[in-house]
Nanobody, 123 residues
Framework: QVQLVESGGGLVQAGGSLRLSCAASGRTIMWLMLGWFRQAPGEEREFVAAISPSGKSAYYADSVKDRFTISRDITKNTVYLQMDSLKPKDTAVYFC????????????????WGQGTQVTVSS
């Protein structure tokens, strides 16, 4: 019954900002680690950020640290990814994921996935 739906993607110039949202549903959502992954054309899906069920612990890939911020609104069952100072290399489809595993930086640590939202950063 777990469902994740991403939104907020779009086209932005380098240096701009976007805020992605992931609306989650299902009774087990509150106990899941929630994360963001991205996949560019011809590349593997890579870890971007993750947040603990409580929302108190956040983790980031080095490539986005200090530029992206992940947050979680427990009352709304929604996770956000605030992306600032965007670069062309950030262009990818961004996926929201949920899982009970502590292996938050690997895609195989998540059992639930959204369909993705496209983020395109122009130079």
């Amino acid at each position: 019954q777990v469902q994740l739906v991403e939104s907020g993607g779009g086209l932005v110039q380098a240096g701009g900002s976007l805020r992605l949202s992931c609306a989650a549903s299902g009774r087990t959502i509150m106990w899941l680690m929630l994360g963001w992954f991205r996949q560019a054309p011809g590349e593997e899906r890579e870890f971007v950020a993750a947040i603990s069920p409580s929302g108190k612990s956040a983790y980031y890939a080095d490539s986005v640290k200090d530029r992206f911020t992940i947050s979680r609104d427990i009352t709304k069952n929604t996770v956000y990814l605030q992306m600032d100072s965007l670069k062309p290399k950030d262009t990818a489809v961004y996926f929201c994921a949920g899982g009970a595993s502590s292996d938050y930086a690997r895609a195989q640590g998540y059992g639930h996935w959204g369909q993705g939202t496209q983020v395109t950063v122009s130079s």
